[in-house]
Antibody, heavy 119, light 107 residues
């Protein structure tokens, strides 16, 4: 079973940049996708985007396209979520989650989340 | 975009009650519907995939049904650990939208 380990909580000021990470424990980084999901304080889950580490293919939700960048470093089995200029409205918990190879597959393993506070 | 609407948004129930949560899709999604449970302060966990496939380790009191645009999650006899927020999510199109969540509270 793939375990996902996320980087620690961050406190940033508006306008600052940030890159948070999600590292997979599995021996292989191939055959599954890694998604990012946002949860604002007291709110529900929002799909942000997804990446296939095997070839770095990415898809973004229209709500987040241009606002964040998803990337991967296959050598250390780590996926990243990056902002170039944070806003207060980016304050949220960010979860990475594993999805199987096929588009209909569910998110079957989740990281513990990274709390990002922008203030 | 496919819009997912859950009802009710919140629900008060007692241990051993039977509860049902409904999730409606704005267009047909076949059986590409997943259910997640989230306890306060924790990451979500997958309960049911493909509308009715119970994940390994999930108690049999949980069940899912439906196809097309209407789906249900049923808990046959509530246990104390079931009080949480439940989300549906469609995986029919690449924009994998979630429902707004249903919070199940102890009466």
């Amino acid at each position: 079973e793939v375990q996902l380990v996320q980087s620690g909580a961050e406190v940033k000021k508006p306008g600052e940049s940030l890159k948070i990470s999600c590292q997979a424990s599995a021996d292989t980084f191939i055959g599954y996708w890694i998604a990012w999901v946002r949860q604002a304080p007291g709110k529900g889950l929002e799909w942000m985007g997804i990446i296939y580490p095997g070839d770095a293919t990415k898809r973004y939700s229209p709500s987040f396209e241009g606002q964040v960048t998803i990337s991967v470093d296959r050598s250390i089995k780590t996926v990243y979520l990056q902002w170039s200029s944070l806003k207060a409205s980016d304050t949220a918990i960010y979860y990475c989650a594993k999805r199987g190879y096929f588009p209909q597959d569910p998110l079957d393993s989740w990281g513990p989340g990274t709390l990002v506070t922008v203030s | 975009d496919i819009r997912m609407t859950q009802s009710p948004s919140s629900l008060s129930a007692s241990v051993r009650d039977r509860v049902t949560i409904t999730c409606r899709a704005s267009q047909t999604i076949s059986v590409s519907l997943n259910w997640y449970k989230q306890k306060l302060g924790k990451a979500p966990e997958l309960l049911i995939s493909d509308a009715s496939r119970l994940q390994s380790g999930v108690p049999s009191r949980f069940s899912g049904s439906g196809s097309g645009t209407e789906f249900t999650l049923t808990i046959s006899s509530l246990e104390p650990e079931d009080f949480a927020t439940y989300y549906c999510q469609q995986s029919h199109t690449p924009l994998y939208t979630f429902g707004q969540g249903t919070t199940l509270e102890i009466k």
